[in-house]
């Protein structure tokens, strides 16, 4: 009796759920674990069956061959995905025991099962960091490709403008082409941006310029019946961050929200950015920990379907998500947290079924930094411009209009297509040159290595490097590059031409 005592106590303190069924089904026995995991009470849920945890998760197949296995007297085991009483979806690893009486005949079977929903979330989670990674690898890839393309078309864009009036129709469709291949450089730029994952510095930024182009990729996801109003304030002021990890804020938000809004029933989603005094005239209980003083204030407001207050009590913890299964991991908006308090910022939630969602986040306002003016574009070739330059590409398209340009600028321009042949070019004249340009990626040797060896053998050659994933780049060391400029493709011709005109000047 002793024992039957300690073995009952054992299995009721067992952290597995515990559960017993007759062999018609019905519950006769569950333990604490089950309770606290499923949120039955027992009084609940005896004698009912165990369809009641049922899921739709999986086939009438699967309920089948489980039903059959342990009919015939087999042991059972695998994963299940049930529904607890609150409706949420969690996954366990379940083992099922037939058991028997003294006459060999089944009387009951025993379930004991374990709680993997948090672990297959990780598991997810990390699955998509190494998707991440690859994607990255691919934007590199595609980039450095997309790039190059980019640079040949604007650059004989540029030489066809330099050749007819700037009044001419056709100077103005010429320009409408430079237009379309800008936007077409800031959307792989966006890729990039995005699609890195190391840590970054934290710098002087202004959010207006990320907002922008954070809702610009949202809204390539979003259903058209969804409509965006932005409220950007423009002299904000700045916050030192990181821009990568400020953009994947926006996105998670902006996708979260348009989620929210529905397939059909669409809406509108609301962003504002401003700056604000904390404490104001009714201080906010929930953004209390803040220390008083000047803020940046983005607010994302969606008309959506809103949420219950237990919800919104858990919304920014790991693994939690309201969506199906395979539609979010739930921690899109934990990592949306994680970096907000990163920054020394707080994010808070308001929301009401039926009303919508309104996240708020506060970062401290940087105080002394002054946002840079655009600088202007003109399209006319530089003047006074000269000197030997030693161009590198492995892109003989980029290589051969690429000199082209220079010298209609009134360069000596002498290329190479790899960086062995540049390196030998060098050699032979090392004391000729003015300048070298080289593109990052290409093969047998990159710019970088490249350029380490031209300087030792001339220490004071001016060197631009120029790639269209800097990200590879910055992987590099450069200390041993000395000053080498650098450039991102697709190159603006002009400003590269300033850029060797300067180099040029501090060399001599």
């Known amino acids: 009796e002793q024992e039957m005592r300690r073995l009952a106590v054992a299995v009721e303190q067992s952290t597995e759920s515990i559960m017993i069924t007759g062999v018609d089904g019905a519950i006769l026995y569950v333990n604490a674990a089950f309770e606290s995991t499923t949120g039955y009470p027992s009084d609940e849920i005896l004698g009912k069956q165990p369809d009641l945890l049922k899921s739709d998760e999986h ?91 980019l640079t040949a078309i604007l650059g004989y864009v540029a030489l066809s403008m330099n050749s007819v009036e700037e009044d001419s129709k056709l100077y103005g469709y010429l320009n409408e082409v430079v237009k379309a291949g800008d936007r077409a450089t800031k959307l792989v730029r966006q890729i990039l941006t995005f699609s890195r994952q190391e840590e970054q510095e934290f710098q002087p930024m202004e959010l207006q310029a990320i907002i922008e182009d954070s809702l610009s990729m949202v809204e390539t996801t979003m259903k058209k019946n969804i409509r965006i109003e932005k409220q950007i304030d423009s002299a904000c002021g700045a ?36 700056q604000v005094k904390l404490p104001g005239e009714q201080p906010d209980e929930k953004v209390i920990d803040l220390a008083p003083g000047d803020y940046v204030c983005i607010t ?149 290595e490249l350029i380490k060896q031209v300087l030792e053998i001339r220490e004071d050659i001016p060197a631009i490097l120029c790639s269209g994933f800097m990200e590879k780049v910055e992987g590099e060391d450069l200390s041993a590059l000395g000053h080498a400029a650098y450039m991102a493709k697709p190159l603006d011709w002009r400003e590269l031409s300033r850029t060797i005109q300067k180099e040029i000047s501090k060399s001599r």
């Open 59 to 149: 086939s009438e197949a699967f309920f089948k061959e489980l039903w059959g296995t342990i009919s015939s007297g087999k042991t059972w085991s695998g994963q299940i995905t049930n529904r607890k009483k609150d409706g949420n979806l969690y996954d366990e690893e379940a083992v099922i025991y037939p058991i028997r009486n003294d006459a060999e005949e089944l009387v009951s079977y025993v379930t004991i099962s374990r709680d993997i929903t948090q672990e297959k979330a990780i598991e997810k989670h990390l699955r998509q960091q190494q998707k991440m990674n690859a994607v990255g690898e691919l934007a590199g890839g595609v980039a450095h490709d997309f790039n190059n393309i």
């Open 239 to 274: 916050i030192l961050g990181d821009p990568t990890q400020i953009q994947q804020v926006m996105v998670n938000l902006g996708t979260n929200a348009a989620h929210a809004l529905g397939k059909d029933e669409g809406g509108t989603l609301a962003v504002s950015l401003n």
């Open 300 to 448: 994302v407001r969606d008309t959506g379907c809103g949420m219950p207050s237990e919800v919104m009590d858990r919304i920014f913890e790991p693994y939690y998500t309201t969506k199906k299964k395979g539609e979010g991991t739930g921690f899109g908006l934990s990592i949306v947290h994680g970096i907000v308090r990163k920054h020394r910022g707080t994010i808070t939630v308001e929301s009401e079924e039926g009303q919508g969602t309104t996240f708020t986040i506060y970062f401290p306002l940087l105080r002394g930094a002054v946002g840079q003016a655009e600088p202007e574009v003109t399209r006319s070739a530089p003047e006074g411009c000269h000197g030997h330059i030693l161009f590198v590409d492995d892109d003989e398209q980029v290589l051969s209009m690429g000199q082209e340009i220079l010298e209609s600028y009134g360069y000596s321009v002498v290329t190479a297509t790899n960086g062995r042949h540049a390196l030998g070019t060098f050699t032979e004249d090392a004391g000729g040159f003015d300048a070298l340009v080289t593109d990052y990626s290409m093969p047998e040797m990159n710019g970088h």
